[in-house]
């Protein structure tokens, strides 16, 4: 931020000296967030003893959390630190609409990690986050159901990384990419066993990374290993995604051809992959539509226009009981 406020390219800064020490055209400076300096008048006004009487040994005062994903009511709110999560995202947050159930929980910011939904009774102070292996962050808390992949979710959160990285040291963009490629084929069907190894291998590279940004890029990954080994193992192994989402592991089916609401379908799906059945053959007049697979991208469109005529289906286990 410093750098782009006098003009030049966002690169982090080699510490000492500290922004407070030479900061924006080396004059002394805070970076804060807004957050931080709304607390500060209050503060001085009031005294610390005021402050503390919210919030927990570790973590003093309220905290703005902006909480989102499967909720019925998402929001900002502003609690004091150490309050369960739970009661955020399930009490005020509504947790997910009827019908679905956590899964899990994306805290701090696309660097914080990833946890399960046993773990949604975690006291809201950086203690038992950091225990976790994860970040509480800027207080953003993203609340996932079953209808989530977690390997789906970290390659999202590793592309960011991979995207925001500055490019100064291999070990981050390199390691970034190479992670990014990784996840990207398990999502497309080619997991293999050894990429556990590579995971791994990478997030202990990260950890020498120049800045926090790289140092924080394995956090998704390793939340996905940690808490969510059983998806991660049945996408490598059985090539089967429990949430329907990888691209290459499913394939999308017309169940009923003659559905009118496919007409529909067919003019929104953005490569022409719904085509009338016979179509090819002149004399034959179509009857309803088929979904043409090499050209279907998986965006999902078909079936949100179209739910009773659509489905998704395992593309490996139908083609191994079609054998
Ligand atoms: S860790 Fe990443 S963001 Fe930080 S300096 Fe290195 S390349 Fe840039
Ligand atoms: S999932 Fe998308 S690309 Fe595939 S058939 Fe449906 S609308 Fe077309």
């Known amino acids: 931020m410093i750098a782009s406020v006098e003009g030049l390219r966002g690169m982090p800064k ?36 005021w402050y503390r009487e919210h919030g927990t040994e570790s973590d003093p005062g309220t905290k703005m959390f902006s909480i ?17 999560m739970d009661r955020l995202l399930l009490e005020a947050g509504g947790g997910p609409e009827a019908g679905h159930t956590p899964k899990g929980i994306q805290p701090g910011g696309p660097l914080g990690g990833l946890l399960p939904a046993s773990d949604l009774g975690l006291a809201l102070e950086r203690p038992p986050f950091t225990e976790r292996g994860v970040l509480l962050g800027s207080g953003g ?50 997991g293999r066993r050894e990429d556990l190894e590579r995971i ?35 996408q490598i192994d059985e090539k089967r995604d429990p949430a329907r989402v990888a691209p290459g592991l499913i394939r999308y089916i017309i169940s009923d051809p003659e559905a009118p609401e496919l007409d529909e379908a067919a003019e929104l799906c953005p490569t022409d992959a719904i085509v009338a059945r016979g179509s090819e053959d ?38 191994l009981e079609s054998v």
């Open 14 to 49: 080699i510490r000492p000296p500290f922004p407070a020490q030479r900061g924006v055209f080396d004059m002394p400076s805070n970076v804060n967030n807004t957050e931080t300096y709304a607390n500060v008048p209050l503060i001085i006004e009031r005294g610390a003893a």
């Open 68 to 84: 989102s994903g499967a909720l019925q009511r998402p929001g900002i709110l502003e609690v004091a630190f150490g309050l369960p």
């Open 141 to 190: 808390l993203i609340l996932f159901d079953e209808r989530a992949s977690a390997v789906d979710l970290t390659l999202y959160f590793s592309e960011f990384c991979e995207d925001e990285s500055c490019g100064r040291c291999t070990t981050c963009h390199g390691g970034s990419q190479r992670l990014v490629e990784l996840l990207r084929r398990v999502m497309e069907g080619g």
């Open 200 to 234: 791994g291998v990478l997030d202990r590279t990260l950890q020498n990374a120049n800045c926090l940004h790289g140092q924080f890029t394995p956090y998704a990954v390793r939340g996905l290993v940690n808490y969510f080994r059983d998806e991660l193992d049945t």
């Open 282 to 319: 002149e004399d034959e007049q179509p009857a309803g539509w088929r979904i043409d697979d090499p050209k279907c991208i998986r965006c999902d469109v078909c079936r949100e226009v179209a739910p009773q005529a659509v489905r998704v289906e395992d593309r490996f286990v139908a083609l």
